[in-house]
């Protein structure tokens, strides 16, 4: 004992899983300990505790990242969040066994730059359409079709115009023909893949005979404004091969649901606990956020994880691809 009081590893993982697993924040989570255990921790065991996790568990994280950088698909994602009161981003890089999460001040390039994972991605980034994840050329790309039918299902209600429905039913239909037949093979029929092809370019085709070019007004500088209808098509048609990739390679998915599933906590997390106090709380929770969302996608117990972590041996994920 080196200290009056000192606390072992399970107190200390408790702590952590509380505060960073369930986001209750760290004066509720010392009333935790007094309620249930009978003994009130002070906030600053908590935050000290977090410190040493997240130092505990950065092998895991580099492992996570490396293997994230050697698959074969790998979703991405952003969302805004306070740190200092100011607007910062946490980015995810994840898959259905792997996550990855970093705050930085940018939400573009920039920011993809300094986390690496993509400058060195050579599979398939599944992504929205923001334009900086274009800007890497040695991965494929596939955009999220969720994005697209909530976009398309707008332009049906809003505009009144049925190639937008027949885009939707279309991109649902292919979606279950993957799914029906993933069950027995791993591809689907050249004659097949060619008739959605046709039929996708027809509906584009249509739509935009629909929506020709709005004319340029008289003395108006720069660039036209274009109509949502217009802009969906334009992206429909100069992407076709990021929005049907799903259905040439079975393992890149429909949608970046699972992207956006894993950066979905950070707004439980401001909701619950608000804001970040400072840069070095934000990493805290951003690395030890990735190595609970890591071990959770491999069925293993948190708090045991988070315990072998403060031993010296935090959880190591093996991906094979």
Not at 178 to 195: F, G, P, Q, Y
Not at 224 to 249: A, C, E, G, I, T
Request: net charge neutral; glycine share 4%.
């Amino acid at each position: 004992m080196s200290q009056p009081v000192q606390y072992g590893d399970n107190v200390k993982s408790h702590a952590v899983y509380f505060n960073n697993y369930h986001h209750i924040p760290v004066a509720r989570t010392a009333e935790i300990f007094e309620d249930v255990f009978g003994h009130r921790i002070s906030e600053g065991v908590i935050l000290q505790s977090n410190d040493a996790a997240a130092t505990a568990v950065a092998p895991s994280t580099e492992a996570i990242k490396e293997q994230l950088i050697n698959s074969d698909v790998a979703n991405f994602d952003e969302s805004g969040l306070k740190v200092k009161g100011k607007l910062h981003w946490l980015h995810v890089a994840s898959n259905e066994k792997l996550t990855h999460y970093e705050v930085h001040k940018k939400r573009g390039q920039t920011a993809m730059d300094d986390i690496a994972i993509l400058p060195e991605f050579q599979g398939t980034a599944v992504h929205d359409h923001w334009k900086s994840y274009f800007a890497y050329n040695d991965c494929e790309h596939s955009l999220c079709n969720a994005h697209h039918l909530r976009e398309l299902k707008f332009i049906n209600e809003n505009y009144g115009q049925t190639w937008a429905k027949d885009m939707s039913n279309l991109l649902i239909e292919i979606k279950e023909e993957v799914h029906s037949t993933k069950v027995h093979s791993s591809h689907l029929d050249s004659s097949k893949l060619s008739a959605f092809e046709e039929r996708y370019d027809k509906i584009v085709e249509d739509g935009l005979k629909a929506n020709p070019p709005p004319e340029r007004q008289p003395q108006k500088k720069g660039k036209v404004k274009q109509s949502p209808p217009k802009n969906l098509l334009d992206r429909l048609k100069s992407n076709k091969k990021s929005v049907l990739l799903f259905m040439h390679d079975f393992r890149v998915p429909f949608d970046n649901n699972q992207g956006e599933r894993d950066v979905r906590m950070i707004k439980v997390k401001q909701k619950v606990s608000g804001t970040f106090r400072s840069d070095d709380g934000a990493d805290a929770f951003c690395r030890i956020r990735g190595y609970i969302s890591t071990v959770r996608k491999h069925s293993r117990n948190v708090i045991d994880a988070i315990q072998s972590a403060f031993k010296g041996m935090p959880f190591i994920p093996i991906v094979s691809y």
